[in-house]
């Protein structure tokens, strides 16, 4: 969705913009022809795999380029290392990136074989294969409904239980022959891959992505400049509602009077205009051409005040 993307971050010469999930530089390369000369893009990514790729890609533009191997929620420290206190705009681009998805020693993909790693970058604490092998029945049941949206939570939680029981649940392909097995046969039917819940969800918690995103929204606003934008792209519907509930609350501000319990003083006044009164979705010919791209959603909204 570059095209997209550029609409609504609307990149100028001489804009100063952070891309806070570069990944292999995709939407990074479109920036940067937008905002040279004069312009600055601060390419931000936990991954250093990704780092290197966007490096690789970005080519006669690196000039302008500064990269960052950290989590985006960390914003306020990359801006500090910089020297500036604001940006024109900010791109964040959620969830696994298909270089990640794609190599089978990281361990986000169902479909192949791979150990159960799942951490997005050095930062991340815990693997999948420890999350899987040492939290309770009930935590794993709260980490797939939570973040998975699993209605067969309780059930691939027991399963998961009762076969590393047997022996420790090491392998992508491991874990996806336990959850089959923990759906009934007639609940599989016409859903998809019976794991991508499970999977979704505990790389979720493997990489603290809901924290991430509640602070790195937070924090990437503060840092805009008057005027700036954040354009945000989400891949399935915890990430969307987040991202919508974000924005309309700083969108609506507060206006407590005085002697309400909840006034501390000046009225808090609204400090986004949204942009995007809808999610922005992928064209067929988008689809077409990449078909991860089905299930994304564009949202976006500009600093007033």
Known sequence: MVAEVLHYLRPKKGDVIVDGTVGAGGHAESIVERIIPGGRLIAVDRDPEAIDKAKERLGEGAEAVSYHCQNYRDIQSVLDSEGL???????????????????????FSFRKEGLLDMRMGPDAERTAEQIVNQESEDELTRILYKYGEE??????????????????????????????????????????????????ALRIAVNGEMDNLREGIDRGIECLAGAGRIVVLSYQSLEDRTVKRAFNSLAKGSSYPPGDPLFFGEPVEPVLEVLTRKPVRPSEEEIERNPRSRSAKLRAAMKVG
Do not use: C, N, Y
Not at 90 to 97: C, H, R, T
């Open 85 to 107: 206190t604001a940006v024109d705009g900010l791109l964040l681009d959620l969830g696994v990136s298909s270089l990640q998805l794609d190599d089978p020693r990281r361990g």
């Open 151 to 200: 209605r067969w939570a309780r059930r691939i939680a027991h399963f998961m239980v009762e076969a590393r029981e047997r022996r420790p649940i090491r392998t992508t392909q491991e874990l996806s022959k336990v959850v089959e097995d923990a759906i009934p046969a007639g609940a599989r039917r016409g859903r998809g891959h019976p794991a991508r819940k499970t999977f979704q």
